[in-house]
Nanobody, 119 residues
Framework: QVQLVESGGGLVQAGGSLRLSCAAS????????MGWYRQAPGKQRELVAT???????NYVDSVKGRFTISRDNARSPVYLQMNSLKDEDTAVYYC?????????????WGQGTQVTVSS
């Protein structure tokens, strides 16, 4: 059974930094694109950033220049380095991954980690 486990959330002052990580475990054949999404209270879940197995990245405009998504290789955890945090970055952050097992290919989600930015 495949699982995504996130860590690194917490409370930080505006202007501060946090680093989220997400590791996949289970009977995995290949991990394709991984990403981070977030959901603020009363709002829909939105894409924050994605990274392909080849390292190509994509960001929502609101985080460009402040957040960096990375992974060392196709099987390593995915990280989200968040700098210059703003109040509007407060949300539950979810890891997402396109994973192939030996029997199927599915999109998996982590349980979410809370990021709270105080001004």
């Amino acid at each position: 059974q495949v699982q995504l486990v996130e860590s690194g959330g917490g409370l930080v002052q505006a202007g501060g930094s946090l680093r989220l990580s997400c590791a996949a475990s289970g009977s995995i054949f290949r991990i394709n694109t991984m990403g981070w999404y977030r959901q603020a209270p009363g709002k829909q879940r939105e894409l924050v950033a994605t990274i392909t197995s080849g390292g190509a990245t994509n960001y929502v405009d609101s985080v460009k220049g402040r957040f960096t998504i990375s992974r060392d290789n196709a099987r390593s955890p995915v990280y989200l380095q968040m700098n210059s945090l703003k109040d509007e970055d407060t949300a539950v952050y979810y890891c997402n991954a396109d994973i192939e097992t030996y029997v199927s290919r599915e999109i998996y989600w982590g349980q979410g980690t809370q990021v709270t930015v105080s001004s």
